[in-house]
């Protein structure tokens, strides 16, 4: 990923000892993670009678940080002389925060300073943002309602894995978002299930989506509770709408809602296909209605295992925000496996989830192919089948669509549709 780097010396004289000051610096647009570095000398050598080498501490400087807001992030004192923080994770000590542009501050400790004084190198590194293929989980049960695992247990499972990020949502409940975890390696994102006995929703992306309780009893006061958890910033997934046994029955043509659940994990294969079919039909209505999967992960049972399926987003990073938005704006795909086949598809810039003007040519690139594998590129006019031959793994095309209102893929392996894109869309 793109850095880039600033470097800055601040000379602290004896007269500061035991104060706390500011350093400022400028944090530039589109950072994911910033990084700060110092060194200082901090102990003197001498020798002594007979040999001995006799250490002493002249200097302690101390760390901690501030935010582009006057926010505190953290501190870390003199044991570290390397910190990181981004919002999809920190060092120790240090919160989970947006790394938003503007003027940041160091905040130096001059615990201890010699006479007559000390000269501190600061590193301050900028990791960019860009897009990045990640591969999670939209929707997963613990502890805090009928799964069998913590929160933290199915985060580190799930990173075991190979996941980037996952959601936890809970049924009807987000007490787990409010003392989420910081695993290393992957996102925990907050999310809860909206359950009610004519159906389901995902509140993705907000640790809080509702004050009042859960409960309605009309279709009315059901669109109402997801209305003031999309007010409050929620992500709304209507969850497995077509499932024979907790359906959505609350209609799916009235808007109010963000994304459909296409695949989920412990839905009987009819539901999806009926559920695919629907979705294919209101595309080529014209309307932009993104889709995900989720495993609906309760505990290790044959179906709805962590993973499967897999939602593949493109994000920016793996900030929460970043991921959120890719879902929001259908960014990506879903998968039948983790390990399955990579897509990637542009037209004149635009990627799944976004608008090319009318007739742009589109570059499509599938990995991970097998032999017998059958790629489908599928319009509201017409229907393209490619079937791989033996020992693919790679294949490239470039199409041009000039009446359609919308290109997406699919990939059938062994009789089943094992990766549904969302649509590039054209003006």
Same mark, same amino acid.
């Given at each position: 990923?793109?850095?880039?780097?600033?470097?800055?010396?601040?000379?602290?004289?004896?007269?500061?000892?035991?104060?706390?000051? #500011?350093?400022?610096?400028?944090?530039?647009?589109?950072?994911?993670?910033?990084?700060?570095?110092?060194?200082?000398?901090?102990?003197? #050598?001498?020798?002594?009678?007979?040999?001995?080498?006799?250490?002493?501490?002249?200097?302690?400087?101390?760390?901690?940080?501030?935010?582009?807001?006057?926010?505190?992030?953290?501190?870390?004192?003199?044991?570290?002389?390397?910190?990181?923080?981004?919002?999809?994770?920190?060092?120790?000590?240090?919160?989970?925060?947006?790394?938003?542009?503007?003027?940041?501050?160091?905040?130096?400790?001059?615990?201890?300073?010699?006479?007559?004084?000390?000269?501190?190198?600061?590193?301050?590194?900028?990791?960019?943002?860009?897009?990045?293929?990640?591969?999670?989980?939209?929707?997963?049960?613990?502890?805090?309602?009928?799964?069998?695992?913590?929160?933290?247990?199915?985060?580190?499972?799930?990173?075991?894995?190979?996941?980037?990020?996952?959601?936890?949502?809970?049924?009807?409940?987000?007490?787990?978002?409010?003392?989420?975890?910081?695993?290393?390696?992957?996102?925990?994102?907050?999310?809860? #299930?909206?359950?009610?006995?004519?159906?389901?929703?995902?509140?993705?992306?907000?640790?809080?989506?509702?004050?009042?309780?859960?409960?309605?009893?009309?279709?009315? %006061?059901?669109?109402?509770?997801?209305?003031?958890?999309?007010?409050?910033?929620?992500?709304?997934?209507?969850?497995?709408?077509?499932?024979?046994?907790?359906?959505?029955?609350?209609?799916?043509?009235?808007?109010?809602?963000?994304?459909?659940?296409?695949?989920?994990?412990?839905?009987?294969?009819?539901?999806?296909?009926?559920?695919?079919?629907?979705?294919?039909?209101?595309?080529?209505?014209?309307?932009?209605?993104?889709?995900?999967?989720?495993?609906?992960?309760?505990?290790?049972?044959?179906?709805?295992?962590?993973?499967?399926?897999?939602?593949?987003?493109?994000?920016?990073?793996?900030?929460?925000?970043?991921?959120?938005?890719?879902?929001?704006?259908?960014?990506?795909?879903?998968?039948?496996?983790?390990?399955?086949?990579?897509?990637?598809?542009?037209?004149?810039?635009?990627?799944?989830?976004?608008?090319?003007?009318?007739?742009?040519?589109?570059?499509?690139?599938?990995?991970?192919?097998?032999?017998?594998?059958?790629?489908?590129?599928?319009?509201?006019?017409?229907? %393209? #089948?490619?079937?791989?031959?033996?020992?693919?793994?790679?294949?490239?095309?470039?199409?041009?669509?000039?009446?359609?209102?919308?290109?997406?893929?699919?990939?059938?392996?062994?009789?089943?549709?094992?990766?549904?894109?969302?649509?590039?869309?054209?003006?």
């Amino acid at each position: 990923m793109k850095t880039s780097q600033i470097t800055f010396q601040e000379y602290i004289p004896k007269t500061k000892e035991r104060t706390y000051y #500011e350093l400022p610096f400028s944090v530039p647009e589109n950072v994911c993670r910033i990084d700060i570095e110092y060194a200082y000398p901090r102990h003197r #050598e001498t020798s002594g009678a007979d040999g001995v080498t006799l250490r002493q501490e002249v200097n302690i400087v101390d760390l901690a940080l501030r935010d582009a807001h006057g926010g505190y992030v953290g501190a870390s004192g003199s044991d570290r002389t390397h910190i990181y923080v981004s919002a999809f994770e920190s060092a120790q000590g240090y919160a989970r925060t947006d790394t938003d542009p503007g003027e940041w501050a160091i905040i130096v400790g001059a615990y201890k300073i010699e006479d007559p004084g000390v000269t501190v190198a600061y590193t301050v590194t900028f990791t960019y943002r860009e897009r990045v293929l990640l591969k999670g989980d939209t929707h997963m049960h613990t502890l805090g309602s009928d799964g069998c695992m913590s929160v933290r247990d199915t985060a580190l499972t799930a990173k075991s894995l190979g996941l980037d990020y996952i959601f936890i949502t809970d049924h009807n409940n987000y007490a787990h978002n409010l003392s989420a975890p910081d695993v290393p390696g992957i996102t925990v994102l907050p999310g809860t #299930e909206w359950t009610h006995y004519d159906g389901h929703a995902g509140l993705l992306g907000v640790a809080r989506p509702f004050g009042s309780a859960f409960c309605v009893n009309s279709k009315e %006061e059901a669109w109402a509770k997801l209305a003031e958890a999309r007010e409050n910033g929620a992500v709304i997934v209507l969850n497995h709408p077509f499932c024979p046994f907790c359906g959505w029955h609350f209609g799916m043509d009235e808007g109010g809602y963000d994304v459909i659940e296409l695949v989920n994990g412990g839905a009987v294969a009819d539901a999806s296909e009926k559920c695919l079919a629907w979705w294919h039909d209101r595309l080529c209505e014209g309307k932009k209605i993104p889709v995900i999967g989720g495993s609906d992960f309760h505990r290790p049972r044959p179906y709805g295992q962590i993973g499967l399926p897999t939602t593949a987003l493109y994000a920016m990073s793996r900030a929460p925000r970043d991921i959120l938005a890719a879902v929001r704006g259908g960014n990506g795909y879903l998968t039948l496996d983790r390990d399955a086949p990579t897509l990637w598809a542009e037209a004149d810039g635009a990627i799944l989830g976004e608008t090319a003007p009318a007739g742009a040519e589109t570059v499509i690139r599938f990995e991970g192919l097998r032999g017998g594998d059958v790629i489908r590129i599928l319009t509201d006019r017409d229907t %393209e #089948e490619i079937v791989c031959v033996p020992d693919v793994y790679r294949i490239e095309l470039t199409r041009a669509f000039p009446a359609a209102r919308f290109v997406r893929f699919e990939l059938v392996r062994q009789g089943k549709t094992f990766l549904i894109s969302n649509p590039i869309y054209f003006a």
